[in-house]
């Protein structure tokens, strides 16, 4: 049976415009935001769907898949994803508001309710939580240039370690996996947190996670074969 796991960062926030380190401030969706995640909810509803249709029928050629756009190919039309029967299992996300209220609209569609932890939050960015990229080069040039070049060895002061946050999440993450093997579930969480996780699938070091780009709204596919991961789709962005 094949696990698919959705990875979603929640949809833009309010005040989102400007680059900055919210870590575990609570701040809600914008308009914006919440227009995102309809389309990523619209969107992960049809695949899955697609998925079931697909399996009941035992069709060999691949279950449709509706447009997107992607960082890493200008438009994906079909593909395999959500091949694990096509019924959402469960919604995890984030304790913050921002996650929380995206959650629920990926999960209405299914009846679900979002399952809710801390585990899943943002890294608290200590002393930077709240100002702007443009404040901290400022303020701390030679922290932020060293954070920048090495999130791995280097911290925001007062805040957590990279380690620290992969392993608060990954412990979360295989107990999540384990209790749905051969389900198709979502978790919506945060840039930094969705890194992580990409990262530990894809054996990345975590100095590098910042060569991940995860944007407002961003949907991941990873599925698991025999728990054996493929990441499928990264930073995919759902058009309305």
């Known amino acids: 049976m094949v696990t698919t796991l959705y990875l979603i960062r929640h949809g833009e926030t309010e005040g989102g415009e400007i680059r900055r380190y919210k870590g ?7 308009e914006k935001g919440l227009r995102q995640m309809k389309h990523v909810s619209k969107y992960i509803a049809e695949l899955v769907q697609n998925s079931s249709t697909f399996n009941s029928s035992k069709q060999k050629s691949n279950p449709p898949c509706p447009p997107l756009k992607s960082s890493s190919a200008p438009l ?55 100002m702007s990229f443009d404040e901290i080069k400022e303020k701390y040039p030679y922290e932020f240039d060293a954070w920048a070049s090495n999130p791995l060895k280097f911290s925001p002061m007062g805040g957590e370690s990279t380690s620290e946050v992969r392993d608060r999440v990954i412990q979360i993450l295989d107990r999540i996996l384990n209790d749905h ?29 910042f ?29 309305g």
């Open 24 to 30: 575990t401030i609570d701040v809600p969706l914008s």
């Open 76 to 130: 994906l039309q079909r593909g395999v994803w959500g091949d694990s029967g096509g019924l959402l299992s469960a919604v995890y996300c984030s304790d913050l508001s921002r996650a929380i209220k995206s959650a629920e609209i990926i999960a209405e569609p299914h009846s679900l309710d979002p399952i809710v932890g801390p585990a899943l939050r943002e890294r608290n960015f200590g002393i930077w939580e709240g």
């Open 181 to 209: 093997d051969g389900e198709n579930i979502v978790i919506v969480s945060h840039g930094g947190v969705n890194r992580i996780i990409l990262c530990h699938f894809l054996r990345i070091s975590l100095e590098n996670i």
């Open 211 to 239: 060569r991940i780009e995860q944007d407002y709204g961003a949907l991941n596919i990873i599925e698991f074969s025999d728990k054996y991961p493929v990441v499928k789709l990264v930073n995919g962005v759902i058009n």
